[in-house]
């Protein structure tokens, strides 16, 4: 069912885009939409958008990956043999789609017809959690989860899906790095809370920084030769360095539990999607941040994703409950069927 939803400081009751457009602009978001799809009791990582189209691909594991057209506001269809999609990956350019599979594959197909091209198994020790390509040199690397002591990047050929080559750093677990297009790769290494500065050809390391905290995200802002991060953990926040000797050049708080990061660069806007029920809203201006709000969701909406033509954030989340832990073991939690949601959050 497609609901038409408002979200303002007060309560209002309203519905339709016309009334979006004149809520109050001192809010930087309002939810215009929300959309439950059919799903089982599974949960989800990575959404991405197509770059330069309306298609959201959703990794929702055991739901498969989910293409859901943003224009139309509905799923078109689930790709083909993709159980377990954790971190989808679109390249246009290269007419393809890769998928980190949580059982260590790796699943790649045509990005027009949606058809399977391969699944093919990369990792023997767990699952891959997310990958990026690195537009110099043509290479895809994908990145395997948290480990015991290592993480393995597996380097493909984005235009065949060839791997080229496997390498190992001895950090336990490393996310996707930011690529400037110019041979350098900016690799964050979480649980370390460093900045590598790899050379993109070789994945030779050249620099390592301590930025102070868990970084988990990094993007590359080729307009002003700057490096946008994010970090988790207990000390959250977003910053901006530079890439020329790692300096942090603003830093600011934001809230727990941090998952998903946009820059929106019409509006000078960085939003963190954030596993307490919360997206921080950042402006930037120059080399400083500032916060500029708190929008809250709901608790356990950590992913989302721009989409650059309309500036409009999708985010997503399920009803959950959690469940105590049994034998000294790990609280579970359990995802609701039929209650995985797409919300469409305006900007003003």
């Known amino acids: 069912m497609k609901n038409a939803i408002l979200v303002a400081a007060t309560a209002l009751a309203a519905t339709g885009p016309a009334t979006a457009q004149q809520a ?193 995200k990094m993007k590359y802002l080729a307009a002003t030769n700057r490096l946008l991060g994010a970090c988790t953990g207990d000390r959250p926040a977003v910053f901006l360095m530079d890439p020329a000797d790692g300096r942090i050049l603003s830093r600011v708080t934001i809230g727990k539990g941090l998952d998903a990061l946009a820059y929106d660069e019409e509006r000078e806007r960085i939003v963190s999607s954030n596993y307490e029920g919360s997206m921080s809203v950042v402006r930037r201006e120059g080399d400083t941040l500032t916060l500029v709000a708190t929008v809250r969701t709901s608790f356990g909406a950590r992913m989302m994703d721009i989409d650059h033509r309309t500036g409009r954030l999708y985010l997503v989340n399920a009803d959950s409950t959690d469940l105590p832990a049994k034998d000294g073991g790990e609280e579970v939690t359990v995802y609701h069927p039929d209650s995985f949601r797409v919300e469409t959050w305006q900007p003003n």
């Open 24 to 216: 109050d602009p001192a809010l930087p978001y309002v939810m215009a939409d929300s959309v439950t799809l059919p799903s089982g009791d599974t949960g989800w990582d990575y959404v991405k958008f197509e770059p330069g189209g309306a298609r959201l691909f959703m990794g929702r594991l055991k739901d498969g990956l989910t293409v859901y057209d943003v224009d139309q506001g509905k799923a078109v269809t689930t790709v083909e043999n993709s159980v377990g999609a954790n971190g989808p990956v679109l390249l246009p350019k290269y007419g393809r789609g890769y998928v980190a599979m949580d059982d260590g594959s790796l699943l790649s197909f045509d990005l027009k017809t949606l058809k399977v091209i391969a699944r093919t198994r990369l990792a023997d020790d767990g699952g891959l959690n997310s990958g990026s390509l690195d537009p110099a040199t043509g290479q895809l690397h994908m990145i395997t989860g948290t480990r015991p002591k290592e993480a393995t990047w597996f380097s493909i050929d984005a235009a065949t899906g060839k791997l080229l080559r496997t390498t190992r750093f001895p950090f336990r677990k490393m996310d996707d790095p930011a690529a400037d297009g110019k041979g350098h790769l900016y690799a964050p290494a979480r649980l370390d809370g460093l900045v590598l500065k790899l050379d993109s050809t070789t994945l030779k390391e050249q620099a390592r920084w301590d930025v102070g905290c868990n970084v988990s």
